[in-house]
């Protein structure tokens, strides 16, 4: 590692840091304080690294990787950067001296909500490894206000509460009033023709600043640096001098807020689409600042457009900055006098798009209302993007309206983003086998029989570092000592692992690093009332709350566990905690129902005194990134219960199989592959899969028949009228039994629910023979190899961004 500071050096920056911005010594130095000069003196080292990789990428004229998205869940900045750049143990001694615990400076530091699950961590993840691989990269997206709510649960029923991070965490963002932009929204355009062609003129438009943050993120042992830059919206009129004399000014006032509005608070909901204005106003936001941010970076280092797409990728995370595509369009079209062909020619050449989901519902469809409104320019453009493609499908498919309905862009009064996505881009991409054959198969069929080249699939990673690494020190260091360090950088090497499959010692250290790593957490639990046997074993469900990721399932499965404790309270079986951890959309109502049955199943079993020593259900308030990284090492089982065909990928399980659990899951997303990595007898697979889930579908399904053919599903259902801790679940009940189309719940709870018990047991039966279960452990954590973000970038970089491979 090249960064060669001393510890006097340390020592010196720091001091330095709290004089002068606190005007106080290290005696005199509350936490707070001491975290935010920590801070100031990693960014210092930081904006130098920063300034020496810059000139190396210049010098080589890379092509540069833009990656787009609404959100980053990025987590705290302090410990991943001081252990990406190999100072940990420097800043643990010097802050030893003057009395102050690293550890409790990391508590310092608030964890920035800026995304909702999987998809921001996703991103998060990929900004450590461009920047760990050195490559060129820069990730765009707006500086939430608030970022995602708290969570607070009363009596069962969860409250949101607003995040507030920009006290705490602002101090890593470096303002940048050097390129703030502007940004239009409505307004009119007007078209002439003149000699030159075509002029388009957008006319009485509100126009709002973007102000960009940047964010350093360092690369582990590495000259790299990624930027995350985040915009936020700025009134343009910071005084309006005018409103004021003509006493105006509450008016004035009141648009201000209205320009600022944009960037106050991160839409909650996950894998769900909400059209509303706001989020539109946000996306365009984004797209348009970035783009030309973008532009004016290129044009710093090169004279013209032309070698755009050789010296540029624009990487589009999911559908919600496709206006991007319409976006570079129209400053190449209006603003650089590119004719339509070429404007498109490099637009294609330039974007690649990312598709997160197939659930219908989450798809983005704009009402064409609502954008020409908002955006008349960017509408026309996409109008013109429409009627082209269409015309070329005439040319190939005559007659063939149904399938150029379906392939245009617009139709029925909505812009279909996805579609707008795969027209404009040169690669589309699934996270995982099964979702990106799913992409061709089913939901991008018509587009892949047109240009099958254009799409490929990438599965996902996780940033092992911060993961595993980071997270579970004792695990990392029983690795360097059986296969050397090398797997930091090259988690391939976890494959070594594999050699200790008989060694009894390290066996052993499996188990009693699991057993430290879940006292650890219980302990940190107990500080919020929450208590839990660590000798019990630690069933995991932490993901966002979701009708397809099925976490009714799990319950029921408890409920069947609880009942039989009750017929039977004998029963030979090994303690067992299941937690759960999950937010639930503000709005989404069966969610919340669902997040009340937890609660009061665990209430319930609370209130008696033997089965809960046997099992116990704990509902883990406000997930987050930090919580994940200390739940996460403790986790044994992985919970993973998708119904088949739904979850894209999943990095949950990515993370837990890496830290030693055991996934019980259906062949969905990810959990294929990691099927494909520890082989059947290291993992529980248990439920229909895929094909079979559609084949259900068309041969009529109803859930009332498991309901009435099964006794122990009969009872489990029935016991939600009754209910727990006093509270019945009628609602859920119905839910499983009727649902909104009379068929029962869409995503087959109950079709699944006795090959769900059944595997469970069988795992409950391995647990019994820890050497055996220790060995599957060693197996996962070994089998964790391919699922590494560093390995998907690589991918991405070869297959989707056209960039030869660094190392
Ligand atoms: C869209 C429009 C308006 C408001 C909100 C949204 C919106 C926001 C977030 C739509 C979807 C999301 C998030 C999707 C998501 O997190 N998908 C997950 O992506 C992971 C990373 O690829 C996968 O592992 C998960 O399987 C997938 O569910």
């Known amino acids: 590692m090249e960064n060669n500071i001393t510890k006097e050096e340390l020592s010196t920056i720091i001091r330095s840091k709290l004089s002068r911005h606190y005007g106080i010594s ?70 030893e001296e003057w009395n102050f615990e690293l550890e409790d400076l990391y508590q310092e530091e608030p964890d920035p909500g800026l995304g909702n699950g999987g998809l921001g961590r996703l991103a998060s993840c990929f900004m450590d490894s461009l920047a760990t691989l050195e490559y060129p990269a820069m990730g765009y997206s707006i500086c939430y206000e608030y970022g995602l709510f708290k969570q607070k649960i009363v009596d069962g029923w969860q409250m949101e509460l607003p995040d507030i991070w ?35 003129k957008h006319l009485n438009y509100d126009e709002i600043e973007a102000v960009p943050y940047d964010l350093m993120i360092s690369g582990a042992d590495s000259e790299g640096v990624a930027i995350l830059r985040l915009w936020r919206a700025r009134d343009l009129n910071n005084f309006d001098m005018g409103s004021f004399a003509s006493g105006d000014y509450d008016r004035a006032m009141t648009e201000k807020m209205n320009a600022e509005l944009i960037c106050k608070v991160l839409y909650p909901s996950d894998n769900h689409f909400e059209g509303k204005s706001l989020r539109l106003k946000q996306q ?15 044009l710093q280092q090169y004279e013209s457009l032309d070698n755009f797409s ?19 369009m129209r400053i190449l079209l209006d603003e650089y006098q590119y004719s339509w062909p070429k ?87 699934g996270v995982s086998k099964l979702h990106s054959d799913i992409l061709k198969k089913q939901v991008f069929s018509d587009y892949y029989q047109v240009e099958a080249k254009k799409f490929t699939s990438v599965t996902n990673g996780i940033a092992h570092r911060r993961w595993l690494c980071q997270s579970n020190p004792l695990l990392g260091k029983l690795l360097d000592e059986c296969i050397g360090t090398r797997y930091k950088k090259d988690a391939r090497q976890l494959g070594k692992f594999r050699v200790f499959y008989e060694d009894n010692s390290v066996l052993e250290q499996l188990q009693s690093i699991k057993l430290a790593n879940k006292i650890r957490f219980a302990n940190r639990m107990h500080k919020y009332g929450v208590t839990m046997d660590p000798e019990s074993i630690f069933v995991v469900q932490a993901k966002r709350l979701h009708e397809y990721k099925r976490q009714l399932l799990n319950a029921l499965r408890i409920i069947s566990i609880y009942l039989d404790l009750k017929e039977n309270p004998n029963l030979n079986i090994p303690p067992q905690t299941f937690l759960f951890a999950a ?92 099927h494909e990595a520890v082989g059947k007898e290291n993992m529980f697979i248990f439920g229909m899969n895929a094909e079979e889930v559609e ?32 509270e019945s679940f009628e609602s859920i009940y119905r839910y499983l039994l009727v649902g909104d189309y009379g068929i029962g719940d869409p995503y087959m709870c109950l079709a699944d629910f006795q090959d769900y018990l059944g ?49």
């Not at 009033?177 to 078209?191: K, S, W």
């Not at 669902?594 to 704990?618: F, Q």
């Open 166 to 200: 920009l006290p705490g965490g602002h101090v890593w963002l470096n303002q940048r009033n050097d390129l703030v932009c502007h940004v239009r929204f409505n307004g009119h355009v007007e078209e002439n023709w003149t000699d030159e062609g075509l002029e388009v």
């Open 759 to 807: 595997v469970y047991q069988q795992l409950l039966d391995e647990y019994n023979d820890p050497i055996k279960w220790n060995q599957m452990s060693l197996m996962n954590i070994a089998g964790a190899e391919r699922f590494a973000a560093d390995r998907s970038i690589q991918e991405y970089t070869k297959q989707i961004w056209n960039i030869p491979t660094l190392i």
């Open 583 to 674: 937010k639930a959309a503000p709005g989404y109502y069966t969610a919340k129902e669902v997040i009340r049955l937890i609660w009061h199943l665990s209430a319930h079993i609370e209130k008696d005194a033997t089965i809960r020593e046997k099992i116990r259900v704990v509902f883990l308030e406000n997930y987050d990134v930090t919580m994940a990284e200390s739940l996460l090492p403790a986790a044994e089982v992985s919970e993973q219960i998708s119904l088949a065909g739904k979850e894209a990928s999943g990095t949950g399980n990515m993370k837990m199989m890496i830290n030693g659990a055991l996934t019980i899951g259906t062949m969905d997303g990810a959990n294929v592959e990691i």
């Open 26 to 95: 290290t005696t005199e130095a509350d936490r707070a304080q001491m975290y935010k000069s920590c801070a100031r003196t990693v960014l210092e080292l930081l904006s130098e690294k920063r300034t020496k990789f810059n000139q190396k990428i210049k010098e080589n004229e890379s092509k540069k990787i833009y990656y787009l998205c609404m959100e980053f869940l990025v987590g705290r900045s302090l410990k991943n950067n001081l252990y990406n750049l190999g100072i940990e143990e420097m800043f643990r001694e010097v802050l």
């Open 695 to 726: 084949r259900k579908w068309k041969e009529g399904y109803a859930a009332s028949s498991y309901y009435h053919n099964n006794e122990k599903i009969h009872k489990v259902v029935n016991s939600l009228r009754q209910g727990f801790n006093g």
């Open 284 to 298: 365009y936001f984004l797209v348009s600042a970035t783009i030309q941010d973008i532009i004016s970076e290129h």
């Open 310 to 328: 050789a010296k540029v990728a624009i990487h589009v995370n999911d559908t919600h900055p496709a206006l991007c595509i319409p976006e570079l």
């Open 343 to 429: 404007a498109y020619q490099i637009v294609k050449q330039t974007v690649s798009y990312t598709n997160h989901t197939v659930l219908s519902e989450a798809l983005e469809k704009w009402p064409e209302d609502l954008i020409k409104g908002q955006l008349p320019r960017i509408y026309g453009i996409i109008k013109g993007l429409n009627e082209s493609y269409c015309q070329e499908l005439w040319k190939r498919y005559p007659g063939d309206w149904d399938k150029i309905e379906r392939m245009a862009i617009i139709s029925h009064g909505q812009i279909r983003m996805a579609n707008l996505c795969v027209i404009g881009s040169s690669r589309v991409n």
